[in-house]
């Protein structure tokens, strides 16, 4: 039997978001009678308390450097590219197939060397960086040309980049969007929340207006909400002192019971980044049936929100599967089934 590899650079015991859905996929694939292995590196991340997957686990050794480190963090990115790149010289196979996230962002290069194994690639597209980087420092447009044309030659060369939104960047003529869905569950009946509550949990880093956000929140606590903030990433330590965080919840029972107690749910982007990424927290909001409170949306994100609210999530690990299913019936030229069905 073929083998399904799931590479991304964050796995269990550690809650990346891309490790969590990468994880879950996996699962999914593993309940349709496929074979996998997730495989990811020994960094640090996110702390969630959680059983471990079903999945054979691999994990890699490489270079671990300091999260606040710009350049650690990117040493960290080579290493781990690096030792992803000798895993699939080693174990991939002929047929297999290999997804790629993109955590590490180099990983975008890997698609050749997956194709010398004869297996096929995805690329899972969380993160479009030619975009993203902005977040970090606005640089000059010519310079952003030019790196959107490295990345986008290199994922014209996979058989399929995954986007988790329509708003994403990079190549239309081998993409497929399928959108992120909740990690948690939420039983009906859920029980109403507290009333005049507002909560705001995850990550605020390059992707995030953070000024917006406050602002945001300021007008929440005016109008009489109790706003709680847990937070982790360089925008937590831009707020002010009436919304210092506290650490995110790490215990999955908790963090479900906090979502479930706010009335309003913050959700923050930067109107100057629209085709970078798109929030996953969305998806246990719109699930848990909270409202949204949405900064930042402009343009192509803006649209990938309002379709976002009425996509059926509960359908796109399904989505997954099809495409996989698609991509292990492709011929020996590469062409791969039509994708119009994933999108009905």
């Not at 507290?194 to 992707?207: D, F, Q, V």
Request: hydrophobic share 40%.
């Amino acid at each position: 039997m073929a083998t399904v590899h799931v590479l991304t650079q964050y796995i269990w015991p550690d809650a990346a978001p891309t490790g969590l859905y990468a994880e879950q996929l996996a699962a999914r694939i593993e309940q349709n009678g496929g074979k996998v292995t997730l495989v990811g590196g020994r960094g640090g991340y996110r702390e969630l308390q959680r059983c471990r997957p079903v999945s054979e686990i691999m994990h890699l050794d490489h270079y671990r450097g300091s999260r606040g480190s710009l350049g650690q963090t990117f040493a960290e990115y080579a290493s781990v590219t690096h030792a992803f790149r000798d895993y699939i010289k080693r174990f991939a196979r002929r047929d297999d197939v290999v997804i790629v996230t993109s955590a590490p962002p180099n990983t975008v290069t890997l698609a050749k060397a997956i194709r010398r194994r004869g297996a096929h690639c995805l690329y899972w597209l969380q993160d479009y960086y030619p975009e993203l980087v902005r977040g970090l420092r606005e640089y000059p447009a010519p310079l952003r040309r030019t790196f959107r044309r490295f990345w986008d030659h290199h994922l014209a060369q996979w058989d399929r980049v995954v986007k988790i939104g329509a708003n994403l960047g990079g190549p239309a003529h081998n993409s497929v969007v399928i959108r992120n869905w909740p990690t948690m569950s939420f039983d009906e009946p859920i029980a109403p929340p507290e009333p005049r509550t507002a909560i705001y949990s995850g990550n605020l880093g390059y992707g995030h207006d953070v000024e917006l956000l406050v602002e945001a929140c300021g007008k929440l606590r005016t109008a009489g909400y109790r706003v709680s903030m847990r937070s982790d990433g360089r925008g937590a330590w831009q707020l002010p002192a009436w919304l210092q965080p506290l650490p995110l919840e790490n215990n999955p029972l908790k963090l479900r019971d906090d979502l479930l107690r706010h009335e309003v749910h913050l959700v923050a982007a930067n109107p100057k980044i629209t085709q970078a990424l798109f929030p996953s927290k969305i998806w246990n909001s719109l699930a848990a049936g909270r409202r949204l409170v949405c900064t930042g949306f402009a343009g192509e994100m803006a649209v990938e929100l309002e379709t976002s609210k009425t996509a059926p999530f509960q359908r796109h690990l399904e989505q997954w599967t099809q495409l996989i299913q698609a991509t292990q019936q492709s011929d020996q030229a590469g062409q791969i089934a039509p994708l119009e069905p994933l999108l009905a």
